[in-house]
């Protein structure tokens, strides 16, 4: 099950079906799920991990789907809700099928792997001249069509860097794996800033910051990341040389360039006036052009949040970061008590978890990235962690200090002649 459940990831990340059309009538990702679905139940070693989250996701997804249900543009957001159960399927599967450390650490390389293939393969799609020209800049793209929008692209890229960490401090590979990280890191800033996307480049600098400042040289790495940082600068074309200087200086840029920026903002308004209209359930998903008449997305995570499925959607996203808190505090508890576990996957994959909603939840100021696969894969690895702590637990028997007997801890007097007196050594 876990090269299946790899092979889902490949599909659903690179989406070859989208490269090339002709796979895309066969339906190869339909195929396949039902494949998956059906080994899935007659494999015999699934099971059920008792978790809080799993609440925390079956109240989302009711909530999501009840929005849905009554809401008057239901019809535009069926795709959007469709696609995204999908994602939950796929939740399901992984935490049913996945629960020991060396089945993690298969599933949280794998996708590192596939996430490395599939930006080869764009930057690849790149070289040979296949871009988009946007804000008056040709930008780099993903070679899928559904997250290969130039700020699509670079959030998913954001988004795995901090399982780099994880694999790192895990030293999963030894050197090798060490310097294929190194190689990783590398092409995902590199594609970060072909694509253009300034909320993209901010969590990539709020990424390295958080690493530098985990680090013992932490002033002398930010020095010499400053110092770098517009050596990097320079090195780009002119052109997004402004791109990523209107973040600082809006004026340099196109005029779409600051409605763009002043779009995420707007964003965030119209979804909280939607929710004031629709205090319940919001518009419903996947309604915000027909609602909002306009032609973009939100581009903003809150304003989508409650603009969309209103004040059950916003309680129950509140109920399931509650849960995510819950599940790192827990381990991260666990590896300061028991120092010497602190570098194993189960405790690293965690923290980086921690890390990667943290940049979600920053990022989703420019980005509706609500529904995102992330949110539900990086659950589902969170929990088979917290499994796995709680197993290595249940098991853990650490040496007891040997107990002194009182009696033996007191030397005996040494027996002396008759007449013979026992003096204390001389200070």
Not at 73 to 85: C, I, K, N, R, T
Not at 91 to 119: P, Q
Request: proline share 5%; aromatic share 14%.
């Amino acid at each position: 099950m876990r090269w299946l459940l790899i092979g889902y990831m490949f599909l659903f990340i690179e989406r070859p079906f989208e490269v090339w059309t002709w796979l895309g009538d066969l339906h190869i990702e339909r195929i396949y799920m039902l494949f998956m679905l059906g080994v899935w139940v007659i494999y015999p070693n699934k099971r059920f991990l008792p978790n809080v989250q799993h609440g925390a996701y079956v109240a989302f997804v009711s909530a999501v789907l009840f929005a849905w249900a009554i809401s008057p543009w239901s019809a535009y957001g069926q795709p959007v809700v469709e696609d995204w159960l999908k994602i939950v399927v796929f939740y399901v599967l992984l935490v049913t099928c996945v629960h020991d450390e060396e089945g993690l650490k298969h599933i949280a390389v794998g996708f590192l792997a596939v996430m490395a293939f599939y930006l080869l393969h764009s930057f690849r799609e790149y070289l040979a001249g296949r871009h988009t020209y946007r804000m008056g800049i040709s930008r780099m793209i993903g070679v899928d069509t559904t997250l290969g929008d130039p700020n699509s692209f670079g959030a998913s890229i954001v988004f795995a860097l901090p399982l780099v960490v994880a694999l790192w401090k895990s030293g999963i590979g030894g050197r090798l794996g060490r310097w294929a990280l190194l190689g990783y890191v590398g092409l995902s800033s590199l594609c970060i800033l072909l694509t253009g996307s300034r909320s993209s480049l901010l969590g990539l600098l709020l990424w390295f910051t958080i690493i530098i400042w985990g680090t013992k040289y932490r002033f002398k790495a930010l020095i010499g990341f400053a110092l770098m940082a517009p050596v990097a600068f320079v090195a780009l074309p002119e052109s997004l040389q402004t791109r990523f200087e209107t973040i600082i200086n809006p004026e340099v840029g196109p005029a779409n360039a600051r409605e763009s920026g002043e779009g995420r903002y707007q964003g965030l308004v119209m979804g909280f006036q939607q929710w004031a209209n629709n205090p319940l359930t919001g518009i419903g998903p996947g309604a915000w052009r027909p609602a909002n008449n306009t032609k973009i997305e939100s581009h903003n995570l809150y304003g989508q949040l409650f603009g969309e499925t209103g004040s059950v959607g916003g309680g129950a996203f509140i109920g399931l970061l509650l849960c995510f808190w819950i599940n790192l505090r827990m381990v991260r508890r666990i590896r300061k008590d028991v120092p010497e576990w602190q570098n194993d996957l189960i405790f690293t994959l965690s923290s980086s978890i921690g890390m990667a909603v943290f940049l979600l939840l920053f990022m989703g100021n420019f980005g509706h990235n609500l529904f995102r696969y992330t949110w539900l894969w990086y659950g589902g690895f969170l929990i088979i962690a917290r499994y796995c702590v709680e197993q290595r637990l249940a098991v853990w028997d650490p040496e007891a200090e040997p107990e002194v007997d009182e009696e033996m801890e007191m030397e005996p007097e040494p027996e002396l002649p008759p007449g013979w007196i026992l003096h204390g050594p001389h200070g």
